[in-house]
């Protein structure tokens, strides 16, 4: 019964999954021209190859040689392992397809999809392959020929051939392939890190999808009462919408939980002296990823404490977003957001007044209730290429920040301040007398149950600002009304099913004494 009160979400429509996500701007030229219908494959190739030789401008002739992953079975078993593609590859090709290899011969400008040779024997339990006319039809590429064609072809070329690694679905061909070359990856990574209209359609695609899951997890609290239960939820609409693989493993976490920032273990049970949830996840669309996160009350009503931080959080992605547009620099928009979390925590006395703010700052303390960086590039990963991040910073503030670059026009990016009271992060502060003077322990005993807060929005860049993908609100008041709607639809459907239950024994009991009369 209690998947009728899903219906809060709309209806999945069957034409959904068959139709472009979401007319883009560019919708009138899809029925003037087939090519721009197609994942822009070669614009992508060309693109790739013009970067690759900004660093090795000699290579004007060179080609560029990519495996896609393949099927792999677990050892002793006939079953094969999850299959992602090579993100790399489906760049330049936009093709699913395991065991296809692709070639892009950057002096000609031709690009070439070879698929997997037809294995005859497993037509009958796989059905027939796509012909070679298909894929011709539906890939923006010059030819299509068969992997069995490879080493004939890479043989033949002259000039250099550049390739990610030599991996087992490309050993074959290793000696006419140079692996790893830097000007390689900075080609690639380039390309990637502006998203045209086309990639921008299905992350705004996928973002949509998203919005829905996570507006089904806030309604259905009433059925809840396990992280698993979160998860499900999320990954049921998701499902529904024929998202089938999430970008990320989600992150379904309750109470102290919430201060795990990867946490997915997502299978502690959620009694009512547990408050807060937070739910990091988001769809996939044909390999392009959405990365959503919101916090809520499980039973609607925020706690002081709770709504406290997430009203600090919220400011921190208010005041970062304004800041957004092209040519900032996203450490000064990363570091703006502690000092958010320093002023914020000043009102609350979690630091003590008496302290000034830039004093505070200064002794990076804020990095162990944030310890993560204000966001990274979204793309076909969640994580995407060129963020040109340094692990190795010794700054804390910056050492987890994955974008330190200027921000520009078609990159796609996600905003995601947090604050955490993590006993791990805190506990070496607590017992240095040289940090922990900075805080008030009493204010701060009185948050620990709340766990963390992050707030997660994924943002085109455009020419003035940004645009923002992600639709589900992220008012605590909204929030709080979705999650009552819930609980309430959910009682109401209770009520009727009582009725209906009481009802149909009422009309069972008249009739089974009707009949004992007539005997
Ligand atoms: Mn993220």
Do not use: A
């Given at each position: 019964m209690q998947h009728r009160c899903r219906a809060a979400v709309p209806a999945y429509t069957p034409c959904m999954r068959h139709?472009?996500?979401?007319?883009?701007?560019f919708f009138h030229l899809l029925h003037c021209h087939q090519m721009v219908s197609k994942y822009p494959a070669k614009e992508h190739a060309r693109r790739a190859f013009a970067h690759f030789l900004e660093k090795l401008?000699?290579?004007?002739?060179s080609a560029f040689f990519i495996s896609g992953e393949n099927y792999e079975l677990w050892p002793y078993c006939d079953q094969s392992k999850p299959i992602r593609q090579n993100r790399y590859f489906y760049y330049i090709t936009g093709c699913n397809i395991p065991g296809s290899h692709v070639f892009y011969d950057g002096g000609n400008d031709k690009l070439t999809l070879y698929l997997p040779d037809v294995d005859e024997e497993d037509i009958m339990w796989s059905g027939l392959p796509v012909s070679r006319d298909e894929a011709a039809a539906k890939y923006d590429v010059d030819e299509v020929k068969f992997a069995h064609e490879v080493s004939a072809d890479l043989k033949a070329f002259s000039y250099k051939i550049y390739t990610t690694d030599v991996n087992q679905w490309n050993k074959n061909f290793e000696s006419h392939l140079i692996e790893k070359d830097y000007a390689f990856f900075h080609g690639l990574d380039e390309a990637r890190l502006i998203k045209d209209d086309y990639e921008i359609a299905l992350m705004r695609h996928a973002a949509k999808i998203t919005d829905k899951c996570h507006h089904g997890v806030m309604s259905a609290t009433a059925i809840e009462t396990n992280e698993t239960h979160i998860h499900a939820e999320f990954m049921y609409h998701a499902l529904r919408e024929g998202s089938k693989y999430q970008s990320y493993d989600p992150i379904c976490c309750s109470g102290p939980n919430c201060s795990t920032l990867h946490y997915v273990k997502n299978d502690d049970e959620i009694p009512e002296t547990k408050h807060s949830i937070l739910i990091d996840a988001g769809a996939e669309w044909e390999c392009y990823a959405s990365d959503v996160t919101r916090c809520f009350p499980i039973n609607g009503d925020w706690t002081v404490e709770h709504l406290n931080i997430y009203r600090a959080v919220l400011r921190m992605q208010q005041v970062t977003m304004s800041m957004i547009r092209p040519g900032a620099l996203w450490d000064d928009i990363h570091l703006r957001a502690h000092e958010i979390l320093i002023e914020e925590f000043l009102k609350l006395g979690i630091f003590k007044s008496k302290y000034s703010k830039q004093e505070i700052y200064e002794s990076r303390i804020s990095a162990r209730f944030f310890p993560h960086g204000l966001g990274h590039l979204l793309g076909m990963?969640?994580?995407?290429?060129?963020?040109?991040?340094?692990?190795?910073?010794?700054d804390p503030y910056l050492q987890y920040l994955r974008l330190r670059r200027k921000l520009q026009k078609g990159m796609v990016l996600t905003d995601e301040p947090g604050i955490y009271f993590s006993p791990f992060l805190l506990e070496d502060v607590l017992k240095d007398e040289k940090k922990a003077k900075y805080i008030d322990h009493n204010v701060l005993d009185?948050?620990?149950?709340?766990?963390g807060v992050r707030i997660e929005d994924d943002l085109v860049i455009t020419a003035n600002g940004f645009e923002n993908l992600t639709g589900i609100t992220s008012d605590p008041a909204e929030i709080s009304e979705i999650v009552k709607k819930g609980l309430n639809k959910n009682k109401k459907c209770c009520k009727l099913g009582a009725k209906t239950v009481t009802a149909a024994v009422a009309v069972f009991v008249a009739g089974y004494l009707f009949r004992a009369w007539r005997r």
């Open positions: 139709r472009l996500p979401e007319p883009p701007r401008p000699e290579e004007s002739q990963d969640t994580h995407d290429v060129g963020g040109r991040p340094n692990y190795e910073d010794p009185k948050y620990w149950y709340v766990g």
